[in-house]
């Protein structure tokens, strides 16, 4: 098992039980106890968890968040495809992530993944190994305290139920920035109709994320396809890759790949 691959695992059994004791954690990973020791201080070192005689509790930053955070379905899924999500994203490049729970967890699998690269010799001058520029002030909260990604915040209005920038400051910083990649999280996918969300004024800043990116990746599990939401985000004209889990149905998946869509399912 890779370093990244324990980390994960040691953030998901984090999630789910809110601390984690060393001696539990290295029998549930089939690893020694000193594996985790050192696996906690980097978490720790990264600011991904805080470390406690004999083990960890979960960062406070995670759970300050709003109700549609806390609730958040089909966790499992969401986090495989952030993971699938962080494995098309490279070195050095620019990423533009929009709110949602899904683009959550595609932060923390960014975060993770970042930390967990070898480190620069320290003669080496210090460089961000991966910049984000969000509109959501939980991801932004986030990330702040990654030293190895440099975090871009939007100006903007928040919607105080998604934790989202919106409005004229919002999409006057995106016209200035251009994107590697833009991964965005959705309320619908409908092949005539294109990717959707829930209100027009995030709609509109997805579409600008989208517009600024040179690939665009959309981040959705499968219980988002062939649903409508009252705002259109774009066409899949303008859409690369989607990533999903294997719940996705094949008649779906086959309409994405005629549409010149690479489909993900993990």
């Given amino acids: 098992m890779s370093k990244h691959e324990r980390w994960s695992k040691l953030m998901e059994l984090l999630a789910a039980g809110g601390r984690l004791e060393v001696e539990d954690a290295a029998a549930s990973l089939g690893v020694s106890a000193a594996t985790i020791r050192r696996d906690l201080d980097e978490l720790a070192e990264q600011q991904m968890l805080v470390r406690t005689r004999g083990g960890a509790i979960a960062h406070g930053v995670s759970y300050e968040l709003p109700l549609r955070y806390k609730s958040s379905q089909r966790a499992v899924e969401k986090q495989r495809i952030a993971a699938a999500v962080a494995d098309l994203i490279g070195r050095g490049d620019v990423v533009g992530l929009n709110g949602g729970t899904t683009t959550t967890e595609v932060a923390r699998a960014l975060a993770l993944r970042a930390g967990g690269e070898r480190r620069e010799p ?33 100006g903007g209005v928040t919607r105080s139920q998604t934790y989202e920038l919106v409005g004229p400051l919002t999409t006057g910083v995106l016209n200035q920035v251009v994107l590697d990649a833009a991964v965005l999280g959705v309320d619908g996918i409908d092949p005539p109709l294109g990717v959707m969300t829930h209100h027009e004024d995030e709609a509109s800043v997805s579409r600008l994320f989208a517009e600024r990116a040179q690939r665009v990746i959309v981040a959705a599990d499968s219980s988002k396809m062939g649903k409508r939401a009252f705002a259109r985000i774009c066409g899949l004209d303008g859409v690369d890759v989607v990533v999903t889990d294997a719940g996705i149905p094949a008649e779906a998946a086959g309409r994405l790949a005629d549409a010149g869509i690479r489909v993900i399912a993990v």
């Fill in 122 to 154: 320290p003669a080496a001058p210090a460089s961000p190994r991966l910049t984000v520029v969000t509109n959501a002030l939980n991801i932004a909260g986030e990330l702040a305290v990654r030293p190895q990604i440099k975090t871009v915040l939007t």
